[in-house]
């Protein structure tokens, strides 16, 4: 008998399915999966293979995916980093991409084709990708690929950020979207993920994945009193980020931005108009 599993986070379809899920799932085939990594600067990730579906998630340079089938220009893949299933250009991802050294720091940076600022650039990568560096040329990092990126915007792949709500404010106004996971746009959960991530910190991709697993909970009554920077409040289907005991920080559909506004007006517009009352608040640490 089939288990009821999560679609986001199971590589199972009626005509094909991961190895590991025989006994457990339905399909017509199992397959084991081949690992590759994204070599795009980031990549879609689609609930279904064409580039009109719905986006899931994105994922970023450097990322490692478990591929289970590719057809017609489209992989679809697990990601290894939060378990997420879904559609992928198979041109952004590479066999035998070399493991990655580096992590880009900044909020987004150019890959130039030599070392220097004045030459148009090939890329930008945002923060959160990673890359493989193979040496040094005056003020940048050589990559892998021949590419070059600034120096300064670059750190080890096991340099972590000190405080995941500061990484969090660096985003301030970037523009919402839905499944976003770059500077270019991210959503709610996006924001928080990436976050945490360049703190070093582990977590799913969903709001309320976040809610199930993170932290622990805190107590809150009415007056919201009590609770403190870095605390993660959650409504049915959204998430945001305490900079402060009074100050929420999210990516809002209200803006289409990364927005900071008072936690009480937030919750009285959000109750009134969207996701209803506050499910949760959880404390990380």
């Known amino acids: 008998m089939s288990l009821i599993l ?6 199972a379809r009626p005509d094909l399915a991961a190895s590991r899920l025989r ?15 994204v070599v795009a600067a980031s990549a879609p990730v689609r609930r279904e293979p064409r580039p009109d579906a719905p ?19 489209w992989a679809w893949v697990q990601l290894a980093s939060d378990g997420y299933v879904g559609y992928v250009p198979d041109d952004a991802l590479r066999l035998d991409a070399p493991v990655p050294t580096h992590c880009v720091s900044a909020l987004r940076t150019f890959i130039y084709p030599g070392a220097s600022m004045k030459l148009p650039p090939l890329e930008a990568l945002s923060l959160g990708a990673s890359v493989t560096v193979t040496g040094e040329a005056g003020d940048f990092l050589v990559l892998a690929d021949g590419g070059h990126v600034f120096a300064a915007h670059l750190s080890a792949a096991d340099a972590y950020e000190p405080d995941f709500v500061a990484v969090a404010e660096r985003f301030l106004h970037v523009p919402y979207l839905w499944g976003g996971k ?9 924001l928080t993920q990436l976050s945490l991530a ?6 799913p991709r969903d709001s309320d994945m976040l809610e199930a697993s993170l932290g622990t909970p805190v107590a809150f009554d009415d007056s919201l009193a009590g609770l403190k920077r870095g605390d993660l409040v ?3 289907g959204h998430v945001g980020i305490l900079t402060d005991p009074e100050t ?11 927005y900071s506004e008072p936690l009480r007006t937030a919750r009285d517009r959000i109750q009134a108009k969207s996701f209803g009352a506050i499910t949760g608040v959880r404390r990380l640490g």
């Open 6 to 11: 999560d679609r986001r986070l199971t590589p």
């Open 23 to 37: 006994g457990q799932v339905e399909a017509r085939a199992f397959v084991d999966p081949e690992p590759m990594r």
């Open 55 to 73: 986006l899931d998630t994105e994922a970023l340079s450097g990322e490692l995916v478990d591929v289970y089938e590719s057809h017609e220009g």
């Open 182 to 190: 770059t500077s270019l746009g991210l959503d709610c959960s996006g």
């Open 198 to 203: 360049a703190a070093g910190v582990g977590s």
């Open 234 to 236: 959650f409504w049915k």
């Open 248 to 258: 929420l920080l999210h990516a809002t559909a209200y803006t289409m931005t990364v």
